[in-house]
């Protein structure tokens, strides 16, 4: 299981004028900011305002920026050259937030180069309410079949864990006895989910989609489509 939110996306124009850079082709930049005041009052995006149309559609102020013909041409031109080409990837930040199992963390810590993760502290709140089955990835536990050589279900030994967490909750809460804070830590399953404010850059995300849109993981899957989904991004990569 895994939840992205996309919470902003932000460096188009700079990364523009960064890629235009080394052979001084500014004058044939060709984007603009996207003005939402103005499109509330003439229906239409400040380019088209002024008698140029943007390379896709118009994505209505809500990242802010409208991407031009030659410049979206560049672009693309220097994404199929090569990671040192396209150094403007790695000026366009993408915010995301992100919920998942600490099982699929662990494998995002891959990608450490140019990320940044707040995350929720399990250290600090894992007594602060109630463990629900909701708090864990469950969906591929299966429920009506014992394990080998016992008379549980994986879902079962699920909930059997659930109750000794709110077990040790409760001593802990109780007592104030830091061991029964450790019996929480070291019991946690890996499927619990953990929400991350998670900031990477294009680059990033070209690499995570190349590399794990056909992971065994569904939570891969979930978020190499929210990432398809970014401003530009198919237009950049020529990914349906």
């Known amino acids: 299981m895994l939840t992205v939110d996309v919470l902003d996306v932000q460096g188009f124009g700079p990364a523009i ?21 103005l499109l509330e009052i003439m229906e239409d995006c400040q380019m088209a305002a002024n008698n140029h149309e943007p390379a896709c559609e118009c994505n209505n102020g809500k990242f802010g920026f409208c991407i031009g013909h030659n ?15 396209r150094k403007y990837a790695r000026m366009i930040q993408v915010y995301l937030n992100i919920t998942a199992p600490l099982y699929w963390w662990k494998e995002f810590d891959t990608y450490k180069v140019g990320t940044v993760c707040n995350s929720c502290s399990t250290m600090h ?3 602060e309410k109630e463990f629900t089955l909701d708090d864990f990835s469950h969906e591929h536990l299966i ?26 909750r409760e001593m802990f809460l109780t007592t104030k006895d830091k061991e029964w804070w450790w019996q929480m830590i070291q019991l946690l399953p890996t499927s619990y989910n953990q929400t991350r404010t998670v900031m990477l850059n294009y680059e990033n995300a070209f690499a995570i989609r190349r590399q794990r849109k056909n992971h065994k993981l569904d939570e891969w899957h979930i978020l190499c489509d929210a990432l398809l989904n970014l401003p530009y991004f198919r237009e950049i990569t020529g990914e349906e």
């Open 17 to 37: 004028r960064g890629m235009r850079n080394p052979m001084n082709s500014w004058a044939k930049s060709d984007s603009h900011m996207c003005n939402s005041e």
């Open 125 to 127: 709140k894992i007594h």
């Open 143 to 168: 429920t009506n079949q014992a394990v080998p050589c016992t008379v549980l279900s994986p879902a079962e030994f699920m909930h059997g864990t659930l109750n000794a967490l709110n077990g040790c």
């Open 71 to 85: 410049d979206l041409d560049l672009m693309r031109r220097l994404f199929q050259a090569g990671t040192e080409h």
